[in-house]
């Protein structure tokens, strides 16, 4: 596997991570004998590389690595101080009444238990209306591109705040809706979420500026735009 590069200097490097690669070696995944985005890029570039942010396996889009490790403390301050801003588009079930809204929901903490402050800005950037009846309730079926913009980084927060909304995003397996999935993969061969990283804005440490990365969309998130007469 070739990963697609879409930034690098001598102190940093961003992908556009597909959707399916684990960004590294997990104690779930300990046993799978598969790649990982940071051994693939060590590889590829012939340095090590050091992960700054995760993204969740099946989310594809921007995803930063250090090439000094000195760099990290800084880098993840960034992100712990809420300083970094973070865009992901999403296709989902149903069409929001208000074009902007945000989710205010305190999310449990898997590990802990406890419930972690959780806020994230959305936008609606288009909608569509398909003759299938994709839930098994109606004889038409709504959906919406929307942009996410999380404040916090709890895990999967996008995900399970539109879920929390009953706007699920397609493709989602563990907080999304049966049906729906698989309607879209019987309809359209769709086996992927349907969230992707598209931008990403931190401050580069060395350079002393505004950082702005931007991930293409992939294929088969595009595909399903346009066969909902969508597009980006």
């Excluded at 991570?17 to 997990?26: A, D, Q, W």
């Excluded at 992100?79 to 009444?97: H, L, N």
Aim: charged share 25%; hydrophobic share 35%.
């Amino acid at each position: 596997m070739q990963l697609e590069i879409i930034y690098q200097d001598s102190s940093l490097i961003a992908i556009n991570k597909p959707s399916g690669l684990l960004v590294h070696r997990t104690k779930l995944a300990a046993e799978e004998k598969t790649e990982f985005a940071v051994q693939i890029l060590r590889d590829q570039i012939g340095q090590r590389v050091y992960p700054v942010h995760r993204l969740d396996r099946p989310t594809s889009g921007v995803l930063l690595f250090a090439l000094d490790e000195t760099l990290l403390p800084e880098l993840k301050r960034q992100f712990a101080d809420r300083e970094v801003s973070k865009t992901y588009w999403a296709i989902v079930r149903g069409i929001p009444r208000d074009d902007n809204f945000l989710i205010d929901q305190g999310l449990k903490n898997e590990r802990s238990g406890k419930i972690q402050e959780a806020i994230t800005d959305f936008r609606l950037i288009q909608s569509c209306e398909i003759p299938f009846d994709t839930t098994g309730r109606y004889p038409t079926s709504r959906y919406s591109l929307l942009e996410a913009c999380p404040k916090t980084g709890r895990t999967h927060q996008i995900r399970r705040h539109l879920a929390h909304a009953r706007h699920y995003i397609v493709g989602d397996k563990k907080h999304g809706n049966n049906k729906q999935n698989h309607f879209f993969q019987a309809q359209y061969g769709l086996d992927h979420l349907l969230l992707h990283g598209q931008k990403l804005e931190i401050f580069h440490p060395v350079l002393q500026k505004k950082l702005v990365l931007e991930a293409e969309i992939p294929v088969h998130f595009r595909t399903i735009l346009d066969q909902l007469g969508m597009n980006a």
